[in-house]
């Protein structure tokens, strides 16, 4: 997850309401998303140009040395990282390949901003699309102006049926729910993000963060152009996001969940991340011996 940087987070307007197993539950105002069609501003396609131009035929020699001098493929009992071997390496060369193929962008194609956040103080989130080399379409997000983006998703990566443990992320693969999740840093305070799109015939999506609260948001946000799915932008609050439902009426239709040791960590750093590296360390060791992966 990439972390941005940005002004005051979105202001939810929210009514009380009432959810099973006495967790907080919340039914937001639909979020102000309103599509466009405009170019990126320029930091947005320098970072892009990043994730677009990592691959090119003849590239693997390169990737295979900086595989060999960043990457570790395990950590033994008293912490010391255990290299990669050869047949490690050759296996992510591949995988970092297969990545950077169905990210770069198709022939004639270039990356548009296809629908805006308003967020406080003149800021916006942007959801950024493109095509892949695959035909498929690809996402991102940024804040204007503003910080980094999350790493490309959606469409096209499922594709290139990239294995979990590649892209570590339980948002993927993109189906019914076809979501980026990042951070906005506040003054004191860092805010997490999803952008992307949902399902057209969803009523509402649940949002369950750490600690347990639950915030429905129903969906009016606009078709996003081309395509039959529709455009979901929020900003989550100071708790990440743990489980996503997606509603049609009352009915559950899709859901995603975050994996319990990813869960764990993420609850010990929004607990002490910021506030006591100590109780920080003994909260992940805890997660660490007590959850699987």
């Known amino acids: 997850m990439r972390v941005r940087r940005s002004a005051l987070a979105l202001p939810i307007v929210l009514v009380a309401g009432g959810c099973g ?10 979020p102000p998303v309103r599509a466009v069609d405009e170019a990126p501003p320029a930091q947005a396609r320098q970072e892009l140009a990043e ?18 001098t960043q990457v570790v493929c395990g950590v033994t009992g008293d912490g010391k990282t255990v290299p990669c071997t050869t047949a ?29 956040l308003r967020l406080p103080y003149g800021y916006r989130e942007l959801l ?7 035909g498929r379409l690809c996402l991102s997000a940024t804040e204007d102006p503003g910080g980094d983006l999350v790493e490309p998703f959606g469409p096209c990566l499922r594709a290139a049926r990239l ?20 951070s906005v840093e506040t003054v004191g305070a860092s805010r997490f993000v999803l952008a992307g799109t949902v399902a057209p015939a969803a009523t509402a999506i649940r ?7 639950v915030t429905t948001y129903p969906l009016r946000g606009p078709l996003l152009r081309g395509t039959r799915s529709r455009v979901f932008m929020t900003v989550l609050g100071v ?46 060791a805890k997660v660490k011996a007590s959850t699987k992966p």
């Open 21 to 30: 197993g006495g967790a907080a539950h919340r039914t937001a105002a639909a």
């Open 51 to 68: 994730y677009l131009g990592d691959w090119k035929p003849g590239s693997a020699s390169g990737l295979t040395t900086k595989l060999k």
């Open 88 to 116: 490690q390496i050759a296996r992510l060369q591949a995988l970092g390949l297969r990545y950077a193929r169905a990210v770069s962008l198709a022939r004639g194609e270039s990356p548009r901003v296809a629908a805006v």
């Open 128 to 134: 950024l699309v493109w095509r892949g080399s695959n």
């Open 163 to 182: 294995p979990f443990h590649y892209t570590a992320d339980p948002l993927q693969p993109c189906d019914a729910i076809c979501l980026g999740n990042g």
């Open 207 to 213: 949002v369950t963060v750490g600690g347990g609260a």
């Open 239 to 284: 708790r990440n996001w743990r489980t996503i439902e997606l509603l049609h009426g009352s009915t559950i239709v899709a859901t995603k969940t975050m994996p319990p040791r990813m869960a764990g960590y993420s609850d010990c750093s929004e607990e002490y991340g910021a506030t006591d590296r100590a109780k920080y360390a003994a909260c992940v």
